[in-house]
């Protein structure tokens, strides 16, 4: 019953299915979420608990893949650009192309809507395999014993697990899609 108010919130009063634009944090720990009906393409803001995104989150992650233009579903494609706090990311519709649909999604947010995506419409995740690795030279001349090392040695480089990308030690989550690092 619960789900079937989140749906009625989610769709237009022409029966359309509202498209997610964009969803932004608030300052009181809600989010923001720019929708817009695809027949009669006026925005509209809806706001969201943070605190319930279990009730949500599956409706906004359909809403959210869907062209801004006919409200066909659209999967999932790789980010365009990111920001520390958001992610932006553009979908390809078969009859639109990528006019009116770049999406903004708060970067908390991200993650969790992908994996709804996958979950629900059985969308595998594109693995991006990370590059190899050069071996680090020891930095121990020929003839030196083992144990001394001339200079410094190499850090080891490290790549996100989610998308291949390279990350700096201390960073928590990948600039690139938003998983947290170990």
């Given at each position: 019953m ?10 237009c009063?022409?029966?359309?299915p ?7 944090r ?17 925005p ?13 989150a599956k ?13 066909y ?17 553009t ?17 908390v947010l ?5 994996n ?6 059985g969308?595998?995740?594109v ?5 190899k ?5 020891s ?17 080891i ?25 170990d």
């Open positions: 619960v789900q079937d108010a989140i749906e009625a919130n989610f769709t009063n022409c029966g359309a509202l498209v997610v634009l964009s969803l932004e608030t300052r009181d720990n809600k989010v923001s979420a720019l929708v817009v009906c695809p027949r009669h393409r006026t509209q803001s809806l706001i969201l608990d943070h605190s319930a995104l279990n009730i949500w409706t906004v992650a359909d809403r959210l893949y869907r062209c801004a233009l006919c409200g579903q659209l999967n999932p494609v790789a980010l365009s650009a990111s920001t520390e706090s958001e992610v932006t990311f979908l390809s519709c078969p009859k639109h192309g990528t006019q009116n649909n770049t999406r903004n999604i708060w970067r991200h993650k969790r809507l992908l709804e995506v996958r979950e629900h419409r969308v595998k995740p693995v991006k395999e990370a590059p690795i050069p071996p680090i030279d930095g121990v001349a020929e003839g030196a014993s083992p144990g001394k090392t001339r200079g410094f040695e190499k850090p480089p490290k790549f996100c697990e989610e998308c291949g990308k390279r990350f700096r030690p201390g960073d928590g989550f990948c600039l690139k899609c938003g998983a947290k690092l």
